[in-house]
């Protein structure tokens, strides 16, 4: 499932909700969609929530990857919903042993 975006403009998002940027818009997010600043150590899953419905938005795909908590889905309306997929880190280990996350 899908956002759109208006004809010839693909930064115009519009929510299955119908919200708009000019509206109640949307926010950088982490998976659990709650608000965050879009640093590169904050923002690692590069989505954004609706702050009408609680849609979480990936921002290269417009594909909707979950919804957070405090969301006003319906259970019909959350069922198509895939949840957001992170990569795990990957890990190295040094000449000793110890396990570094990188």
């Known amino acids: ?19 708009t940027p000019i509206d109640e818009g949307f926010y ?3 998976r659990e969609g709650e608000e965050i600043e879009p640093t ?7 989505c954004y929530v ?9 921002l290269d795909t417009l594909e909707v ?8 889905l319906t259970v019909d309306e959350r069922k198509d919903i895939q949840p957001v997929v992170l ?10 042993g110890a396990v570094h996350q990188i």
């Open 87 to 96: 990569h795990k880190t990957p890990r190295l280990q040094n000449p000793t």
């Open 28 to 30: 950088p997010c982490n």
């Open 50 to 58: 609706c702050d009408r419905c609680g849609r979480i938005i990936q």
């Open 65 to 72: 990857v979950g919804v957070r908590s405090n969301n006003t």
């Open 1 to 19: 499932m899908r956002i759109r975006t208006e004809l010839g403009c693909s930064d115009a998002w519009i929510c299955l909700c119908g919200n």
């Open 40 to 46: 590169p150590e904050e923002w690692t899953t590069h």
